[in-house]
């Protein structure tokens, strides 16, 4: 096999590179002696999983899974983390792989608790992160009998991993876990699902190891072509109004580095996506923020006025075009991407680039500095003018609430610098979702971690207690919704009772926030099921306290530093903070779904004055 992907070191402040697990075995196979051993499947996938560098793993027993838990229970080097929902197993795998760029692992039984699984891998596929999911399977001669706890995982999940695997025969299991390990972090990282019979579990197999792949048909392309690369530079000099369009492709690729020397080399506008934040400082100059349906005017604007964008890493998802017909309507597109498949899905591209971030970035650096040489440099000097007028003009900025109540977003800003950079931070679902995207100040790559493509309310609890596991040194932040807090806080139970002390504050607004915001707005003021009245029920304290954890609660400004600090100084059990906001702030700016970007609103019925400062 000559799956080689190019080795990494990992920069300063980037999580470590994404290959430190399922490194390929095959390789190795030529030099290292294969060691042959008697053992059942279960020892096997222990001993497999051991191998490729596990070291933790999520999940809940059951009958089908029984079997691996036996050996889990004798290894010395994996640590199994008793989740209480799937849900949160899943989730826990997908903070795990943010935090640390390696491979997250979750485990399940047959039937429902691999369908509990759904909805992380489908989260995991959307956002491009690797986790490997392992489920039991009823045995191989009652699956299709409809058999106590029989679902067809594979097949519901084949749309949404990236590659899956029903694995019936003992002497296939080593093999297939060194597969999927080298399927999910390679090339696009993605989910991979592996079921396993039960059957397959108990009988006895010779495991040997390392495994030779068999992936015949999969060579990711990471070196992009140096033709096109060099088209890309050519563009850039000779664009008048140039925007470097970067998404969570550059973070996977642990490319902030080659990023922010691609922007500084030309001093083109840097904008970054939900899951691009951090790639770039927000404190950088060449940053104008987040596009998007919530990004700022600054961003959106450059994006429609350009004439050149730059895609890194990014898939012209309908939460950054708006309508697709009237995005960025005199831009020609640059797209450089690690999946073939993205190029020109939504938009046309003029100069496809199929590769990795870090090497198309590496690339396009030398290029450009090659026509910088060749006397052809970029003059970006109007359109700045341009660009500064519509940041001075547009800050992201929030009212506070008339009637003295507590503002979400100054909590949201407080916490950001109170706690500061170095700290992870991970959001659920909704309007507090995007106030921790345009609030924090993001210094770092890999410092947000959310569900951006597929939007998953109770993402947070669980997908920061992965987080913490995978960086016990790092403060990490959970910024919940009380929605999402309903949704999958019993894991606090487990972060308490495994010693995984993540903080949670609560942006408690009684209600869906972001139903409330688009019934305001679009259906007339019908707040249709929306309103959970979780200020009243339940005690977000008393909840907190039952689970083990430290429980605060604070409803107005002048506490909520301290109540920040305090929760900084409790660092053996996990912190919930109940913080009581108004239930009527709103996220802008907005581009109302449907609309073009043209038509960003920065509050209701106020649109910028898009000349200003020409
Ligand atoms: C699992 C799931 N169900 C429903 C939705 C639709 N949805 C998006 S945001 C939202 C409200 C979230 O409420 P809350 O967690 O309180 O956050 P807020 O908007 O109030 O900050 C809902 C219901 C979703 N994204 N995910
Ligand atoms: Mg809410």
């Known amino acids: ?346 938009r046309h591209a003029d100069v496809p680039i199929v590769g990795d971030a870090r090497d198309v970035l590496t690339d396009l650096v030398n290029a450009v500095r090659a026509e910088h040489a060749a006397g052809r440099k970029g003059d970006y000097e109007d359109w700045w003018r341009q660009l500064n007028a519509w940041r001075e003009t547009y800050p992201l900025g929030y009212d506070q609430p008339e009637d003295g109540s507590l503002a979400p977003q100054y909590v949201i800003e407080r916490i950001g610098k109170v706690v500061g950079p170095d700290a992870l931070y991970v959001a659920g679902v909704g309007q507090h979702q995007m106030w921790t995207a345009q609030f924090i100040g993001y210094e770092n790559p890999g410092s947000f971690i959310n569900s951006g493509g597929l939007g998953t309310m109770g993402y947070a609890v669980p997908a920061a207690m992965g987080a913490k596991q995978g960086r016990p040194d790092t403060p990490v932040w959970a910024i919940d919704g009380d929605g999402c807090f309903q949704m999958t806080n019993q894991e606090l139970a487990t972060c308490a009772i495994e010693g995984i002390p993540v903080k949670v504050a609560v942006i408690n607004n009684g209600n869906l926030g972001m139903i409330r915001q688009w019934q305001t707005l679009f259906y007339d003021g019908r707040y249709s099921n929306s309103d959970l009245q979780s200020r009243r029920i339940p005690d977000f304290v008393k909840l907190a306290e039952a689970y083990g954890c430290v429980g605060l609660r604070c409803d107005n400004a002048a506490d909520v530093d301290a109540t920040i600090a305090k929760a900084m100084e409790i660092n053996d059990v996990p912190v919930v903070i109940d913080f009581v906001v108004h239930q009527d702030a709103m996220v802008w700016p907005m581009v109302a779904a449907g609309t073009g970007n043209d038509e960003i609103k920065i509050a209701r019925d106020m649109a910028p004055d898009w000349e200003n400062g020409d």
Request: proline share 8%.
């Open 1 to 346: 096999m000559a799956i080689t992907p190019a080795p990494r070191t990992a920069s300063r402040t980037a999580p470590p590179a994404r290959h430190a697990q399922g490194q390929s075995p095959a390789l190795k196979t030529t030099r290292m002696k294969q060691m042959t051993e008697r053992m059942t499947g279960s020892q096997a996938l222990i001993r497999a999983l051991e191998e490729v560098g596990v070291d933790t793993v999520f999940g809940i027993p059951g009958g089908a899974i029984l079997p691996a838990y036996d050996p889990l229970f004798d290894s010395q080097k994996i640590r199994h983390i008793l989740v209480r929902h799937e849900q949160g197993a899943g989730h826990a795998a997908q903070g795990y792989a943010q935090a640390t760029g390696r491979v997250g692992v979750c485990m399940a039984t047959s039937g429902p608790g691999a369908t509990n699984l759904v909805t992380p891998i489908a989260d995991a596929y959307m956002d491009s992160v690797p986790i490997v999911a392992i489920t039991g399977q009823v045995a191989s001669g009652a699956i299709g009998t409809d058999a106590f706890q029989e679902a067809d995982i594979s097949g519901i999940t084949m749309p949404i991993t990236k590659h899956n695997f029903l694995v019936t025969d003992p002497s296939e299991i080593g093999r297939t876990i060194a597969e999927a390990f080298h399927i999910a972090s390679t090339g696009r990282p993605g989910p991979v699902l592996v079921d396993i019979s039960k059957d397959a579990l108990q009988n006895e197999t010779d495991f040997t190891w390392p495994q030779p792949m068999q992936l015949p048909g999969y060579r990711p392309v990471t070196r992009p072509h140096a033709k096109q690369v060099r088209e890309a530079a050519r563009l850039l000099v000779e664009a008048k109004r140039p925007v470097l369009y970067v998404g969570g492709g550059v973070l996977k690729a642990g490319a902030a580095d080659e990023l922010r020397a691609l922007a500084e080399l030309t001093g083109a506008p840097v904008v970054t996506t939900l899951m691009a934040k951090g790639a770039l400082p927000d404190s950088h100059p060449l940053h104008m923020g987040m596009p998007g349906m919530h990004g700022s005017v600054g961003a959106v604007g450059a994006l429609q006025r350009s004439d050149l964008l730059v895609t890194l890493g990014a898939r012209f998802d309908d939460r950054v075009t708006g309508r697709v017909d009237s995005f960025a309507p005199g831009a020609k597109v640059v797209h450089a991407d690690i999946d073939p498949a993205e190029i020109s899905k939504n």
